[in-house]
């Protein structure tokens, strides 16, 4: 189909764009990669009269390390995701998470502000972000906004960025061993989405597990920290028996399973928990 008409601009700074946002109030819809956007546009399922694309916006591009925090642009694409040396050696959970969504045409025109206001609860990019304690900055007129990645997800396709704001940045504290990490993922076969998908993050001292975040896409209406896990694990030693018990609980923290033609709800709590498991054992392996 073809979407209704709209008027295109292409700002190149970020003031410009929230300028045309606060002119044109709701009738207006970013444009990042397009990837969710353009196919809901096809669909007439909106039909906004103006459209910002914020793809020639550099400042949104950027990533960098920043002292003790990884500063990931909004408009950097999953594929220059991938590539970043930088995020190879102090988040290499990032670039991993990064090359396991769709395909290479979807990760060279998607990005991670786009998938993560979005709020697809198959997507990948929320199981990262979450196990890496990561905060979303949102701008508009007024100021800016700091928002948890705990806080940002509200429901299926819903987050917390409001009409008149533009996702900015992605903040991640830099992991204290960037190597302890994993992403696992049981990918639906046409799309690439997660049918289930496992982020974790450790930190070990002495053998034992010190700190640990755990993030799950795909089972719920909304990604969600394994809490229950990742407190069965805090402090102990991540032998069989103890990694087994922790991830039994990873679906704990699920209070609905997604149903639809690829899985039930109880296959995807299964997976949850089975991945849950291997996810920690393969982060305890990189350490
Ligand atoms: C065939 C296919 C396969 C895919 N497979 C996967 C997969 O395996 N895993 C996965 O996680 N994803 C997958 N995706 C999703 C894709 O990777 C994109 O992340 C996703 O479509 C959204 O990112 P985008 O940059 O294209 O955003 P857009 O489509 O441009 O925007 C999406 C929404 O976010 C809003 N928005 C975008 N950027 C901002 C911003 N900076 N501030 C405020 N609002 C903003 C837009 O207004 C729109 O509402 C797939 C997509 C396709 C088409």
């Known amino acids: 189909m073809i979407p209704n008409n709209f008027e295109y601009f292409a700002p190149t700074t970020i003031e410009e764009a929230l300028k045309l946002i606060d002119t044109h109030g709701d009738d207006c819809k970013i444009l990042s990669g397009g990837h969710s956007l353009i196919p809901i546009l096809k669909l007439r399922l909106a039909a906004p009269a103006v459209v910002v694309d914020i793809g020639r916006i550099k400042e949104l591009k950027q990533i960098r390390i920043d002292g003790n925090t990884i500063r990931i642009g909004a408009s950097a694409t999953h594929a220059a995701l991938v590539k970043s040396a930088d995020l190879k050696k102090h988040c290499p959970l990032i670039c991993e998470t990064a090359a396991q969504i769709g395909d290479q045409q979807v990760r060279n025109r998607g990005t991670i502000g786009g998938c993560l206001t979005h709020a697809d609860p198959a997507a990948d990019w929320p199981a990262a972000i979450l196990a890496l304690n990561a905060e979303i900055v949102a701008r508009s007129s007024q100021g800016e906004r700091v928002i ?39 990918p639906q076969s046409a799309s690439g989405y997660a049918i289930i998908g496992v982020a974790a993050q450790l930190k070990l001292k002495d053998g034992k597990c010190e700190e640990v975040g755990i993030g799950i896409t795909g089972l ?66 990189r350490a």
Request: glycine fraction near 4%; charge should be neutral; proline fraction near 4%.
């Open 148 to 186: 948890k990645a705990s806080d940002f997800f509200v429901d299926v396709m819903t987050s917390a960025v409001k009409a008149n704001e533009i996702v900015t940045e992605v903040r991640i504290p830099v992991p204290a061993q960037p190597q302890a990490a994993v992403y696992l993922k049981v």
């Open 220 to 285: 719920a209406p909304k990604a969600y920290r394994a809490k229950s896990t990742e407190d069965a694990l805090r402090g102990n030693a991540l032998d069989e028996t103890n990694v087994g018990a922790a991830a039994a609980k990873a679906d704990a923290d699920a209070a609905d399973a997604m149903e639809d033609i690829h899985a039930s709800g109880e296959y995807r709590r299964h997976l949850a928990r089975v991945y849950a498991g291997r996810a920690v054992q393969a982060a305890a392996k």
